[in-house]
Each structure stands twice: as C-alpha cells, then as structure tokens.
C-alpha cells in the first residue's frame, strides 16, 4: 500500500462510490492525488470493489456503509472526516422500469438523499458538489445534437423525474444564497470498463441496459440479445445513443473537481454534457462488438420499449472548451474493455 506524501490530499467524499461510475471516479481521483472517503449502502454494489480500487491504484479509499436517506449517520460521517474539499453525488437508484413499478422507492431515495447532503454540507462547511445527472433530463430533444440549453421535456419515467427533481433542487438551493458551489454532469450512455477488468458494471439479475446484457448473450448466459425495435425514424431504424467510456466519464469528474477546488467556475451552479458527440444505433453498437472482439452475437428484431427516446446523441462543446474535457476512447476500445470485464467475471466464477 503506498503511503500518504506529506502533502495534505484534498478530502473528496464520493456516494455511490462501490457502483459503476463511482468506482471508475475514484480510481481516477485517487489518480489525481485526492483522498476519497467513499459512502455507499451496498444496495447495488459490492463491498469487495474497495479491494479492487486498492488493487488498481495501490490506495485503499476509506469505505463507510451508509445510506445517504440516514441524516445523523451522514453527520457523524462528516464530523469524523472533517475539512472535506467536494462531494460527488452519485448514490441513487437508477433502474428506469423499476422506477415505473416502485416511484415512492425512487423518490425517497434520489430526493431524500440529496436533501440531507445539501443540509449537511452547509452544517460542515463544504462548498462544492458535483451532481451525477443525466441526458434523460431532456427527453427526446427537438434538436439534435442536445445542448446543455436545451428546453427539458416531460420525464420518461419516475427516475427521469427524479433526476430532474434534483436539478431543481440544487438550482433553487444555489439561487436561494447557499454558501455552495455546485456542476451537474449529464451523462449520455456510459460503458465499458477499466482496462485491468478490475472493476466495470454488475447488474443485478437480468440486465436491463444494452452492454451487460450484450456482453453476457457474447457469453452465452443469455441465448438472444433483443433489439428493441427497427422502425424507428433512423437510418438503420433501430434507436441512437451517444456511448461514452466509463474512464473518459470518470475523468471528468476529476475535472470538475479541480474547477470546483481551484474556483474556476464562471457561475455558481453549471451544467455540462458528457457525451462523445456521435451518435451510434443499436444495430450500428452490435456490428461494431462483433468487429472490435471477434465474438459472433445472436440477436432478433423485438417489439419497441415502452418509454424509450427514439435518438439522443450530445453536443459536447461546452464541456470540452469551457471545462477543458473530452471523451477519447474510441468505440472499439471501449466495448472490448467491455468484453474484457465479462471474461473476467467468468474466470472469477461470478457469471
Ligand atoms: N436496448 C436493446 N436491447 C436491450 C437493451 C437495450 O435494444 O436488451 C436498446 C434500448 O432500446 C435503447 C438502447 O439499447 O435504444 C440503450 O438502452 P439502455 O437501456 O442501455 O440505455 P437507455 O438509453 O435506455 O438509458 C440509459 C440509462 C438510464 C438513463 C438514460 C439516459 O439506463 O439510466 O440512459 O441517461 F436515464
């Protein structure tokens, strides 16, 4: 393990920070040199992560289960790590259709969650946040590709309410003379993994979002991979999203960490796009699987989704010439980095 420099770290306390893109940003601030105190009540994730952030980074980040709904417990959590620089919200709970089956579950957790960080980092003299959002605040842009001003559209389900609750929150919060400073990332379509298949997405049960469940019909855990409709107004009929990598994704964070640290925001509550720009099918992600590993994938042509936006990919502009960041990877890389993690997980006898 390798020791603290002498150098005082800046304390970043990250929530939700066992789960996918969480696990990825620690890796990264740790990286960057920060010390991250990670919260997380282990609903969606393992405990074990911690070890395979060590693992990655030589650094073993200081791990509190907590439930950011639980208010004194959070307390005691800031009092005992004091001087925190920045928190990076990303605990919440993220599954679109459980969302449709179970909306108090969705609320109470994304919203109760957020309030009890806003109160406490005001108590505990923490100025800045950093706030996982999502492109699904915008619904189906009229047009593309969707800039941060674009006008948000009704929510596709409670979660998108959810995370357009939270906008707001923070919005009225900031307007309301808060002594914070606040950047909201509105992440496209995150996948892929690290490079050392370390760490990377876990789902529970049946996967619902397109890569696990791709990379686990590769793998022949499932026998078909469905395509969620091929009549959609696109060229190739099948619907558009814009794939960032989990890295490049990560990455980010660490920036906004240094413009909230270095006080380099222009105003004090921002919001940035992190996509790549381009906009890929779901046919055009399966071709581009099957080119990037070798790996023959079956699939069928299925009934629409419920709830699904036809296309969505981001104008990235802002985020790359006013935050100083850009996703990199290439698209290859990144769904055999992907692949990569589902032949780990076989190997280690988890899938
Ligand atoms: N898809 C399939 N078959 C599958 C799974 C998905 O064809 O088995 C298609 C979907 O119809 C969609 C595309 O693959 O066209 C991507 O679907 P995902 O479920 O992977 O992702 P979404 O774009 O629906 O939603 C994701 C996150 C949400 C988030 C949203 C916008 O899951 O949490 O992006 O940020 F809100």
Not at 12 to 36: F, M
Request: with cysteine.
């Amino acid at each position: 393990m390798k020791t603290n420099s002498n150098k005082m770290k800046d304390r970043i306390l990250v929530t939700g920070g066992t789960g996918y893109i969480g696990s990825h940003t620690v890796v990264e601030l740790q990286n960057a040199g920060y010390e991250v105190i990670i919260v997380d009540n282990l609903s969606n994730s393992s405990a074990d992560v911690v070890d395979s952030i060590e693992k990655i980074t030589g650094i073993r980040p200081a791990f509190e289960k907590n439930d950011c709904c639980d208010y004194n417990a959070l307390d005691e959590i800031f009092k005992r790590y004091s001087g925190i620089k920045a928190i990076i919200h990303f605990a919440a709970s993220k599954a679109v259709g459980e969302s449709v089956q179970k909306p108090l579950l969705y609320y109470r957790n994304n919203i109760l969650s957020l309030i009890n960080l806003l109160d406490l980092i005001q108590v505990h003299k923490v100025e800045g946040f950093v706030f996982s959002s999502s492109c699904t605040v915008y619904g189906q842009p009229d047009k593309l590709p969707v800039a941060e001003d674009a006008p948000f559209k009704k929510a596709e389900s409670p979660y998108g309410n959810t995370k357009k609750i939270n906008e707001d929150i923070l919005r009225d919060t900031v307007h309301s003379g808060a002594p914070i400073n606040v950047i909201m990332l509105r992440y496209f379509n995150p996948i892929g993994s690290h490079p050392s298949a370390l760490i990377g997405e876990l789902p529970n049960g049946v996967p619902q979002n397109l890569i696990p469940y791709l990379t686990q019909t590769a793998m022949g855990i499932r026998p078909m991979l469905k395509v969620f409709g091929d009549d959609y107004n696109t060229p190739d009929g099948s619907c558009i999203r814009d794939y960032i990598n989990v890295v490049d994704l990560a990455k980010a964070h660490v920036t906004a960490v240094h413009r909230l640290v270095d006080k380099k925001q222009k105003n004090k509550i921002e919001a940035f796009n992190l996509g790549t720009g381009n906009g890929v099918s779901v046919l055009g992600l399966i071709h581009a699987f099957e080119k990037a590993t070798g790996v023959k994938l079956n699939y069928e042509i299925a009934d629409r989704r419920a709830g699904d936006i036809e296309q969505i990919w981001a104008n990235p502009e802002y985020a790359n010439n006013e935050l100083g960041w850009k996703a990199e990877t290439s698209i290859e890389d990144t769904l055999l980095s992907a692949w990569n993690w589902q032949k780990k997980l076989r190997e280690r006898g988890i899938m």
